[in-house]
């Protein structure tokens, strides 16, 4: 696994104020646009394109352009991942979108359930682009790239805003190593509380994004 954590001031000064509690959810959200968008830049570095004739108004040339065929997929997990959802589309036009909704089964708390899928069958060749703004205990992070690889993905790149050390470790132990699979996070936290909570973090990233205190 490759870890990626952006170290740029406009990054620091952007997750300050998404992660103080007195900043009302529209600002919240637009923060996690900007912030993704940012991360979008490093978690696509080895996206493909491919050579493009076009004109510009002074002479012909060759550009490049990303590639029409495999298309990206970009997969939020529901719910917070939703909120991630237009700034990478807004980098990543020509990506298909898919859906994984995942929550932790009561019963057996290690496990992940997945309660609603909206995903190509073959994602063979495919990049494949994870977003879900907190990796805290690593678990659903984990379940969600297998979920892809049972599809045959076999290049995933994770987009967390924040990630606890132990969810980084959890994901380095159990993610399958045949996969090509990197994290792109905007900061590695201090710790988990025994609620499973990122501290210090932002506190829920799903009721934050959409206004439920
Ligand atoms: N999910 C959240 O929304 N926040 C955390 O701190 C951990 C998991």
């Not at 020509?94 to 290690?110: I, N, Q, S, Y």
């Amino acid at each position: 696994m490759e870890l990626h954590v952006l170290d740029h001031p406009l990054v620091d000064h952007k997750l300050t104020v998404l992660r103080d509690k007195n900043t009302p959810s529209a600002t919240f959200r637009e923060l996690v646009s900007e912030l993704v968008m940012l991360e979008t830049y490093e978690a696509t570095r080895d996206i493909d394109v491919e050579d493009c004739p076009i004109e510009t108004p002074i002479c012909p040339m060759v550009g490049k352009k990303l590639v029409k065929h495999p298309r990206p997929i970009i997969v939020p997990v529901l719910r917070a991942g939703l909120g991630m959802l237009d700034g990478m589309t807004r980098m990543l036009p020509t990506a298909e979108v898919g859906f994984l909704g995942m929550k932790r089964d009561e019963e057996h708390p290690t496990q992940q359930i997945t309660y609603a899928n909206r995903l190509p069958d073959d994602l063979t060749g495919r990049q494949c682009f994870l977003i879900d703004p907190m990796l805290a205990t690593g678990g659903t992070l984990v379940a969600a790239t297998h979920y892809l690889a049972e599809r045959g993905a076999k290049d995933v790149t994770a987009l967390c805003i924040i990630a606890a050390p132990e969810g980084i470790k959890f994901v380095e132990e159990n993610i399958d190593p045949s996969i090509d699979f990197k994290v792109v996070v905007c900061a590695v936290d201090e710790k988990l509380n025994d609620k499973a909570y990122i501290v210090p973090g932002l506190g829920d990233a799903g009721d934050r994004l959409y206004g439920v205190i």
